[in-house]
């Protein structure tokens, strides 16, 4: 029944504008703007709705992941644009918050609504 709609995902935010100036400015990501929501277009072709929610709970999960080539990098670009790595006791993170064992090198950061997303090394 579903096989071919192209189907996509979507989160909410608390701040259009907040979330419009983090995606596209400070993550670099082309975003539009349409009857007050937003739209990430992701690179594959896999844009994302982002909508406002006056009562937002942010999530608990990651629910973005950027894969990276090289995580250091990104880290550091990332952290000169204002963003903060999130610690996470129970995860062995080192001095730039990047885990790197159990898997791939990944930091994890919030959009201003308090979402989890992540950058990992692809």
């Known amino acids: 029944m579903f096989r071919d709609t192209k189907a996509f995902?979507?989160?909410?935010v608390d701040d259009i504008e907040a979330a419009k100036a983090f995606y596209g400015d400070t993550l670099?990501?082309?975003?539009s703007e349409e009857n007050g929501m937003l739209t990430l277009h992701?690179?594959?072709d896999r844009d994302t709705l982002?909508?406002?929610k006056p009562d937002h709970t942010p999530a608990t999960?990651?629910?973005?992941?950027?894969?990276?080539?090289d995580?250091?990098?990104a880290v550091d670009q990332l952290t000169e644009r204002?963003?903060?790595f999130e610690r996470y006791p129970?995860?062995?993170q080192d001095a730039k918050g990047v885990m790197r064992e159990d898997g791939p090198p990944i930091a994890w950061f919030t959009d201003p609504a308090g979402n989890v997303l992540s950058v990992l090394q692809d």
Do not use: K, W
């Open 42 to 44: 992701l690179a594959g």
């Open 82 to 84: 204002g963003v903060r």
């Open 28 to 31: 670099g990501i082309r975003v």
């Open 90 to 92: 129970q995860m062995n």
């Open 9 to 12: 995902s979507g989160f909410s």
């Open 50 to 52: 982002v909508y406002p």
């Open 71 to 73: 995580i250091d990098e």
């Open 61 to 69: 999960f990651t629910i973005l992941n950027f894969p990276v080539d």
